[in-house]
């Protein structure tokens, strides 16, 4: 018989708070480095002309803005820092949280839509396809999971910095709107793209997707802050 002190078996089943808080960051580092382990080639050849000063030849190609978002990674995190610290006393428990939403909805859109509002290789006049699902059989894996992408940082950041934001209908319209000025400014600048309903659809679901992933963060944090202020 043993008469040592009796052990909960829902504190060994449960992980401390602060490990809980560590996995989404793990997961997100690793995540980080899976793609930039598959993307080494193309990065590599965009270095000499970034490192060259040669701006114009670097930030006019995919591989280019890629690379310079890596490079600028450091400085996201430090704004994010910063932001924080200013804001300490007044929000409280809140500062890093609205700071690193704040920073990651910037740092994780602004990239996509230089790439989208790159001029197109043709000299073409503005092309408009509003027929739903036509040109998505066109565009391919890569081109699918590109559009994913382009406001997925927005739909993920957004409804945790804004309660306002915090429904999944919201952020689907948060993500079509933004997509639909895209569109609208390849139009108007004549950027030799195609301005498709396609591009609006895939862009919003990416907003709802990446939305649903951090909607654990987002509506635990505005349920605290209801109950902090009922």
């Not at 490192?51 to 450091?74: D, H, I, K, Q």
């Not at 428990?93 to 909805?105: D, I």
């Not at 909607?215 to 802050?225: D, K, L, P, V």
Request: charged share 15%.
């Amino acid at each position: 018989m043993c008469n040592g002190p009796m052990l909960d078996d829902t504190a060994l089943q449960t992980p401390p708070r602060r490990t809980r808080g560590y996995l989404p960051a793990g997961l997100a580092v690793l995540a980080l480095a899976s793609v930039l382990f598959v993307m080494r080639g193309p990065l590599m050849m965009s270095a000499p002309t970034c490192r060259a000063g040669l701006w114009e030849r670097c930030l006019g190609t995919f591989n280019g803005v890629v690379l310079m978002t890596v490079v600028a990674l450091p400085l996201a995190l430090s704004a994010a820092w910063g932001l924080a610290r200013l804001r300490r006393r007044s929000a409280g428990a809140a500062a890093w949280r609205w700071s690193l939403a704040e920073v990651g909805m910037v740092y994780g859109t602004l990239p996509f839509l230089w790439m989208t509002l790159m001029p197109g290789g043709e000299d073409q006049p503005p092309r408009v396809s509003l027929v739903p699902l036509r040109d998505l059989v066109t565009m391919g894996p890569l081109g699918i999971g590109g559009n994913l992408l382009v406001f997925a940082s927005l739909g993920f950041f957004a409804p945790i910095r804004f309660a306002a934001l915090a429904t999944v209908p919201r952020v689907l319209a948060l993500g079509a709107g933004c997509s639909l000025l895209v569109e609208t400014a390849q139009y108007v600048l004549r950027l030799d793209r195609v301005s498709s309903v396609d591009d609006v659809l895939v862009n919003a679901a990416g907003a709802v997707l990446a939305g649903l992933a951090s909607r654990h963060w987002w509506r635990g944090a505005h349920t605290s802050a209801t109950r902090r202020t009922a």
